[in-house]
């Protein structure tokens, strides 16, 4: 892999894992978020009814004792719907009637005072007109009527945030003394009582705690992002030093083995050609294995080459005006001999309005030489292969077309890797290295093109080679290529 390229994976790296992080910790805040808020709705729930059932028994309390007289001191008036609410005892002094009702409001009035909390006692039937319900307490007192047990809201009242809770006021046995009159029967929805709990300062205060945490783990995360980045990037670095070392060491091994393996497959084929003297059927066999062993090895240390310099960033590209037309030719015709001792038909077919491309001859030539040799080694006998070129507005479009034995759905992702094989073998026992599709798609991505590949099991396989057309006054990717775009 290039320098480059590492570099640009570990920076898409970094960037992903930023992205990962930052979505996890939004997804954890907004659960938190969402957590608070329940439970400080489930807490005011709590709180609201176990208030409005402390009115609910101290008003049972009253009822049982039909109300409770109070000296009418100072400031003390009577309940003016009541009919004589007051009572003179024997020593002069005036006490007056505190029914339910009337209970309920003067200590909804000491609520009020305290700031913990409000309470109201209504209905859709009033006998006191204070007691007038509000919009929202209205709608709860129709959805009594409906059966309706208890109705919620997070309201704003007199500029506060507020939970409000109410429920319904049933007429019993003991209302009769002050409600007879208007016709309930035991069990009726006569009323309810709301309860309104602030919860403002509480609010503001879990904000607070939520902006403090934010703001924690908004620093740990970048603490510990910078130190990831350190120790990745450190990692990265000494990656790339010893790719450059393996693919240093590569280059040296691979061009000190070709020497003495040229001189190898030189002097045997010599030897076969009986240019030292006549070689009996034994001989023979044994030179051909040694010429064709080593022909093998150079074909692999060629590939080794080739891959040490696409991995350095090396790819070394000499571009120059190329007749794509005659380019191909030549490599088919090249490859027609290996073609005819397997009885396999080599077809080229072309545009003839394919204009010349500027491009790399010698790298360009390689492609073509390994994807018309592959489809060599896998197509059976009789069968045909078909090299065409064609172009549209944007690119020359190269397509090697066999019926060999296709390639494995599971498979196509892979064979442009190095060192990846397919699990299909090749018809004659010809060997592979596993680089050279890999080093295929390392030169036409060079020359700015792509290449892509369909295939079906049992009927063979097309690749597609697309190299851009330069046109136009724009930066071409031949500029580029060379590092001269001044645009980019």
Same mark, same amino acid.
């Given at each position: 892999?290039?320098?480059?390229?590492?570099?640009?994976?570990f920076?898409?790296?970094?960037l992903?894992g930023?992205i990962l992080?930052?979505?996890i910790?939004?997804?954890?805040?907004?659960?938190?978020?969402?957590r608070?808020?329940?439970?400080?709705i489930?807490?005011?729930?709590?709180?609201?009814e176990g208030?409005?059932?402390?009115i609910?028994?101290?008003?049972?309390?009253n009822?049982?004792y039909?109300?409770?007289?109070?000296?009418?001191d100072?400031g003390v008036t009577?309940?003016?719907f009541l009919?004589?609410?007051d009572?003179?005892?024997i020593?002069?002094?005036?006490?007056?009637l505190?029914?339910p009702?009337?209970?309920?409001r003067e200590?909804?009035?000491?609520?009020?005072d305290?700031d913990?909390?409000?309470?109201h006692?209504?209905?859709?039937k009033?006998t006191?007109?204070?007691?007038?319900?509000?919009?929202w307490?209205?709608q709860?007192?129709q959805?009594f009527?409906?059966?309706?047990?208890?109705v919620?809201?997070?309201?704003t009242?007199q500029?506060?945030?507020?939970?409000?809770?109410?429920?319904?006021l049933?007429?019993?046995?003991?209302c009769t003394?002050?409600?007879s009159?208007q016709?309930y029967?035991?069990?009726d929805?006569?009323g309810?009582?709301?309860?309104?709990?602030?919860f403002d300062?509480?609010?503001?205060?879990?904000?607070?705690n939520?902006?403090?945490?934010i703001v924690l783990s908004?620093?740990?995360?970048?603490?510990?992002?910078?130190?990831l980045?350190?120790?990745v990037?450190?990692l990265v670095?000494?990656?790339?030093v010893?790719?450059?070392?393996?693919?240093e060491?590569l280059?040296?091994?691979?061009?000190?083995?070709?020497?003495?393996?040229g001189v190898?497959?030189?002097y045997?084929?010599?030897?076969?050609e009986?240019?030292?003297?006549?070689?009996?059927?034994?001989?023979t066999?044994?030179v051909?294995?040694?010429?064709k062993?080593s022909n093998?090895?150079h074909?692999?240390?060629?590939d080794?080459?080739?891959?040490?310099?696409?991995e350095?960033?090396?790819l070394g590209? #000499?571009v120059?005006e190329?007749?794509l037309?005659?380019l191909c030719?030549e490599?088919?015709?090249?490859n027609?001999a290996?073609?005819k001792?397997k009885r396999?038909?080599l077809?080229?077919?072309?545009?003839e309005?394919i204009?010349?491309?500027?491009l790399?001859p010698?790298?360009i030539?390689q492609?073509?030489?390994?994807?018309i040799?592959?489809?060599?080694?896998?197509?059976?006998p009789?069968?045909?292969?078909?090299?065409?070129?064609?172009?549209n507005?944007h #690119?020359?479009?190269?397509e090697?077309?066999?019926?060999?034995?296709g390639?494995?759905?599971n498979?196509?992702?892979?064979i442009?890797?190095?060192?990846?094989?397919?699990?299909?073998?090749?018809?004659?026992g010809?060997k592979?290295?596993?680089?050279?599709?890999?080093?295929v798609?390392?030169?036409?991505?060079?020359h700015?093109?792509?290449i892509?590949?369909?295939?079906?099991?049992?009927?063979?396989?097309?690749f597609?080679v697309y190299?851009?057309?330069?046109?136009?006054?724009?930066c071409?990717?031949i500029?580029?290529?060379t590092g001269?775009c001044e645009?980019?």
């Open positions: 892999m290039a320098i480059k390229e590492i570099n640009k994976k920076q898409k790296l970094v992903a930023g992080i930052i979505l910790f939004l997804a954890l805040s907004l659960g938190l978020s969402i608070h808020r329940n439970l400080l489930n807490q005011l729930n709590s709180s609201a208030m409005f059932d402390s609910l028994f101290t008003r049972r309390w009822a049982d039909s109300g409770v007289y109070v000296l009418k100072k009577s309940n003016p009919e004589n609410p009572i003179r005892t020593d002069g002094k005036v006490y007056t505190r029914n009702a009337m209970m309920t200590i909804s009035e000491y609520a009020r305290s913990e909390f409000t309470y006692i209504t209905s859709l009033l006191n007109p204070a007691n007038k319900p509000d919009e307490e209205r709860a007192l959805a009527e409906r059966e309706i047990d208890k919620t809201k997070l309201d009242l500029g506060r945030k507020v939970f409000r809770l109410m429920r319904p049933k007429y019993e046995t003991g003394g002050c409600h009159k016709g029967q035991l069990g929805i006569r309810g009582i709301s309860v309104a709990i602030p300062k509480i609010s503001a205060e879990l904000k607070l939520q902006w403090i945490m908004v620093l740990i995360i970048l603490v510990l992002s910078l130190v980045y350190f120790f990037w450190r670095n000494q990656l790339i010893l790719n450059e070392q393996k693919n060491f280059g040296i091994a691979a061009h000190d083995l070709r020497n003495p393996l190898i497959m030189g045997s084929q010599l030897l076969l009986g240019l030292f003297g006549f070689l009996d059927e034994k001989q066999k044994f051909s294995a040694i010429r062993s093998t090895m074909n692999l240390i060629n080794l080459l080739d891959t040490s310099k696409i350095s960033g090396k590209l #000499n120059q190329t007749d037309i005659s030719r490599n088919v015709e090249l027609s290996m073609a001792k396999i038909q077809h080229f077919e072309y545009d309005n204009p010349k491309v500027m790399d010698d790298k030539d492609v073509l030489n390994n994807l040799t592959n489809a060599i080694k896998f197509s059976y009789d069968t045909t292969i078909r090299v065409s070129l064609s172009k507005e #690119n020359v479009l190269i090697v077309q066999d019926e060999g034995q390639v494995p759905e498979e196509l992702d892979t442009f890797k190095s060192f990846s094989k397919s699990s299909v073998r090749s018809t004659g010809e592979s290295t596993g680089l050279g599709l890999a080093i798609r390392k030169i036409v991505e060079g700015h093109g792509s892509r590949v369909e295939s079906e099991v049992g009927k063979g396989s097309i597609y190299l851009p057309i330069e046109k136009n006054n724009d071409t990717w500029e580029k290529i001269n645009k980019d």
